[in-house]
Structure formats: structure tokens, C-alpha cells
């Protein structure tokens, strides 16, 4: 059983080890691999995404029936798709137990309440994950040498 959490600035230690964790970020070795979230940093990441997300903006914790954060989801408004790109995070100690699955049906779920339309995802043409999103009713928009842009109508 998977739910939903809106962080509290202070939980965002989770995001800054999740992204600094080289084995969870493996997917993302096409555009650059970690990505360093520094604490001064999380003010004005957690107002953009958290206290005035203008409607453009969604972010969540994915938490187990543990009570642990295993990932998160987001979605934000994206100029070059003209559309809302999808993100589904799991960290890596977590992976391999459906949660990255669910998660994708908690965002979609979550975007459509939202008045979202349609989700896209560009994600790297070597990343695993792309079936997954195929599973969920994504289709290929696109192919380039690098990544797959991925849609779904919702």
C-alpha cells in the first residue's frame, strides 16, 4: 500500500540523499548523473514546488505502508513539450516491489483530479523504466538518439 505525502521543508533531507545517491540516480547518467540539493537551496526549491505551485507545479512523497519514504512523484508545466512532464523517482533500495508502478498510477490519478490532460515524460532512450511506462497507457511521442518522449492522455 502506497500513499501520498506534501513534505515539510524539513523532510526534504530525504530528497537531498536520494538525489546524491548514485545508484538511484543511474537513470539519469545521460544528463549528468547525482544532482546536488543542497540544504540553503531547499527554501526556494520547496516555495516554487511546494507553498506556490501556481497551479503549474505538483510534488509529492511516495510513502510505504511502513511509514518510510521509498520516492517521489511531480509533474510541472514544461515549455519545450508544451505540456506537463511526469517525474516518478524510487529510491534505489526500494526498487523492485511495484512502487515505481503504483507511484505512476498516484501521479496520473493526481493529474487528473488536477484538471491535467495529458502527462509526458522524456526519459533516456537506455532507461529501463520506458516499459513501465508503456504499461501504464504512455505511448512514444518521439524518439531522438538520447530519449524517448513518452504521453499519455489522461
Known sequence: ???????????????????????????????????????????????????????????????????????EIAYHYDEELRGYAANVLVYAKYRGKGYGSRALELLSAAAGENGVKTLYDDIASDNPAAGMFFRHGFREEYRTEDKIVLRKDL
Do not use: Q
Open 1 to 71: 500500500m502506497l500513499s501520498l505525502y506534501k513534505p515539510e521543508l524539513e523532510d526534504l533531507r530525504f530528497r537531498e540523499r536520494m538525489l546524491a545517491d548514485p545508484e538511484t540516480m543511474s537513470y539519469n547518467h545521460a544528463w549528468g548523473g547525482v544532482i546536488a540539493f543542497p540544504e540553503e537551496a531547499w527554501r526556494d526549491w520547496y516555495d516554487h514546488w511546494i507553498v506556490h505551485p501556481e497551479g503549474k507545479r505538483f510534488y509529492r512523497y511516495v510513502v510505504n505502508g511502513a511509514g518510510e519514504f521509498v520516492g
